[in-house]
């Protein structure tokens, strides 16, 4: 244990930590309280006298203060660039900007990026960092409670293209994950809630007690009860590097983290990222699609699948693509996004379908006419 556990313990702080071992890297997440303040103390072993870039979140403008001021007790070369989020962000565009910027600010092959934001700062920079002079390190300090829950951790960065979400990117993994509570204060109402439905897919996938904890505590999570967070975070984030340790590049069951993706995807697709919905509540939407599917293929039950919409509709997750989005009216459209996901290959598009409560499975045997009769009523009801 470093000093700073001991001194965080003093102060009845807890800290907690993951590693996870993949054949490409290790590396550990540290989950708690009062974290920017004392990054130096965590980070000192990654980035001591190297060359720093904090590539921010523009809204953490006042965040970046407590982060940069802890940084700069190990490091005189320290530098930051504001970037504007949203999923419009997550653009080529930005990656050449941004490209460009770090190459201006000065970078070497030693040089560690710092992403500092939500999911869209984390899969850009992620991204950046990973073909900046071939490729550097860099650190995710996830400031969503989604990011903090998925995006941060198991490499996947990239950007949109304008067929179709994540389509350009590549797998590259952080050199330290730091995710402190505290800074989820700012966040609105409905981005907890987005960030709440990636918590309750990681259960959906592999965890039923998780899953049951969350019915009992899941609005205290999104309410704030900083104790529950750490430790709903920490319950997620396990499970998502379990599955990653097994298959860091997806070629067999990380496929099931995709849960309620290639619906949500598609719909944040069919609206063109213009910021009128949130990444978690298209998944949201997309989870409760699945189990549509599910239900219409006969492979769950109608009793499991009316005990997770109860749940979605008692924590303020939606659960229709009408309740979110009236900009959603044909289905051959919305049909036509899903196959431009990466999830389509072999003339086959891949779902994930839920079995119980804490299992679901890969099946590329769905025929068309089902998933489109599903959509038919979904949208035309
Ligand atoms: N790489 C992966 O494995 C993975 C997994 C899941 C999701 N994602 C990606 O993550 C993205 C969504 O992430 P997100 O929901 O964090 O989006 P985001 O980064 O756009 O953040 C959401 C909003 O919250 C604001 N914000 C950030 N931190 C804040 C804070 N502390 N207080 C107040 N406001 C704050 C942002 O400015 C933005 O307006 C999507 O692009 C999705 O594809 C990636």
Redesign the pocket.
């Known amino acids: 244990m470093n000093i700073l556990l001991e001194v965080l313990n003093l102060k009845k702080k807890p800290l907690k930590k993951l590693s996870v071992s993949l054949k490409s890297k290790s590396y550990e997440i540290y989950f708690g309280y009062d974290i920017l303040e004392n990054s130096n103390y965590i980070l000192e072993k990654y980035i001591k006298d190297k060359s720093i870039i904090i590539v921010y979140?523009q809204?953490?403008e006042k965040?970046l203060k407590f982060l940069s001021g802890s940084l700069s007790n190990i490091t005189n070369n320290l530098e930051s660039i504001g970037v504007k989020?949203?999923?419009k962000s997550?653009s080529l565009e930005m990656y050449s900007f941004l490209n460009e910027k770090i190459i201006e600010k000065g970078v070497d092959r030693k040089s560690i990026l710092v992403a500092f934001?939500?999911?869209?700062?984390?899969?850009l920079v992620?991204f950046v960092a990973s073909t900046m002079l071939r490729g550097i390190d860099f650190i995710q300090i996830?400031?969503?409670l989604?990011?903090q829950v998925?995006?941060s951790i198991?490499g996947?960065?990239?950007v949109n293209s304008i067929y179709g979400?994540?389509l350009i990117g590549s797998f590259h993994q952080p050199l330290a994950v730091l995710s402190d509570v505290n800074?989820?204060k700012?966040?609105?109402k409905k981005?907890l809630i987005?960030?709440y439905a990636?918590i309750i897919k990681h259960a959906l996938i592999k965890d039923k007690i998780f899953f049951k904890w969350l019915t009992g505590f899941g609005e205290d999570i999104i309410y704030g009860n900083d104790e529950l967070r750490v430790e709903a975070i920490y319950k997620a984030c396990n499970i998502k590097r379990e599955i990653v340790q097994e298959d860091e590049l997806e070629n067999g069951p990380r496929a099931l983290l995709n849960l309620g993706h290639t619906f949500g995807h598609a719909i944040e697709s069919y609206v063109n990222y213009d910021g009128s919905l949130?990444?978690?509540e298209a998944v949201s939407v997309g989870i409760i699609l699945a189990y549509k599917l599910a239900l219409k293929i006969g492979s769950t039950s109608s009793r499991e699948f009316d005990i997770v919409l109860n749940h979605f509709k008692k924590v303020g997750l939606p659960t229709s693509i009408k309740q979110l989005t009236d900009k959603i009216d044909n289905k051959n459209k919305l049909w036509q996004l899903m196959q431009n996901d990466k999830k389509f290959s072999n003339g086959k598009l891949s779902f994930i379908i839920p079995e119980k409560i804490g299992q679901v499975k890969i099946r590329n045997d769905i025929s068309s006419e089902v998933v489109l009769s599903l959509l038919k009523e979904e949208i035309e009801k």
């Open positions: 979140d809204i953490l965040n989020s949203g999923e997550k934001g939500g999911g869209v700062i984390g899969d992620g996830p400031t969503t989604l990011a998925d995006s198991g996947k960065t990239g979400k994540n800074i989820l700012s966040l609105s981005e987005s960030g990636e949130l990444h978690g």
